[in-house]
């Protein structure tokens, strides 16, 4: 409607100020009556005068004919229930694009503790699960102990004698009871104590780390706590603060330092809830628990870490 006047008051621009009214005015309209008083008053002032009385008639055109804000406290404006209570719906956010995160931060209580920005290049990462796997695959195996181990000939208890003569028994010949296909002889090709680690270079292991923890923030299951402090030893407090977290299975404590006595003894007796400090953080340990608590001092002790150069 406001652009609708603005062109109707352009093209009688050139008219005069009757002209102008009856551009307006000349309506069976009775809420434009004040108008039209205005209008007489006009066409009587001098010439000196009329500028200033187009001006004032110009601008109570544009607010009779402007829109008014609406808010739901107007009576009469609009209908309440007719307005959107719908929030504004954001779209989601990108991952892996390395831009810093902010997050709240808070505590077992749940209470605000402001918020922490966490570093891009550590927290989001783009998700790769064939690095994730190899990572995997290299802590499993590089925590096997490897001691099994079987006998040869040499080792078996027994005799060297041999059995029988070579020929005429009509049996095999056989120079030894301590051979494989005998019962309590030895195994052939059998394991041995070994290492059964191998070969990943730091940076794709420090890479699987960065990638398990943008994993977390991005489903949103890495809480920033400011501190780990429990009052008690009492089992019975963590029980009561893993039950108020939501959609929570199984839970991982990372604190910056050494892990206070106090939480070890309270979570020692309960096989959802782990502790760890941040030195010994790992891709698998992230992977095995599907909610990450850390400790400010642990994410700044965890970025630090990414952050160094790697000797070679």
Known sequence: MAALVSKRLLRCSSGSLQSL?????????????????????????????????????????????????LSTGDEGAFPSDLLSRKPLVTSERTIGLCQDLLIPVTNFHNEDKGFMVLPGDVFD???RKDIIHRVVR???????QGTHSTKTVSE???????????????????????????RGGATMHGPKPRSHAFKVNKKVRRLGLKIALSARAAEGKLLVFEDLEVPTHK???????????????KVLLVDGGPLDEKL??????????????????NVYSILLHDTLVMSRAAVTRIVERMRTPINR
């Open 264 to 281: 070890k003894l309270s979570t020692q007796n309960l096989h959802y809830v782990n502790v760890l400090p941040s030195i010994g953080l």
């Open 235 to 249: 089992t019975k407090n963590i029980v009561n603060y893993y039950n108020q977290m939501e959609n929570t299975k």
């Open 138 to 144: 290299w802590q499993l195996a590089k925590r096997q």
């Open 21 to 69: 009214g009856r551009c307006y005015f000349d309506s069976p309209n009775t809420g434009f009556a004040t108008f039209y008083k205005s209008r007489d008053t006009c066409s009587s002032l001098p010439g000196d005068r009329l500028c200033s009385s187009d001006r004032s008639l110009v601008r109570s055109i544009i607010r009779q004919f402007s829109t008014s804000i």
């Open 156 to 182: 078996v208890s027994g005799t060297g004698r041999k059995p029988w003569k070579q020929k005429h028994t009509g049996r095999a010949r056989h120079g030894t009871l301590r051979g494989p296909q005998f």
């Open 125 to 127: 990462l783009p998700i």
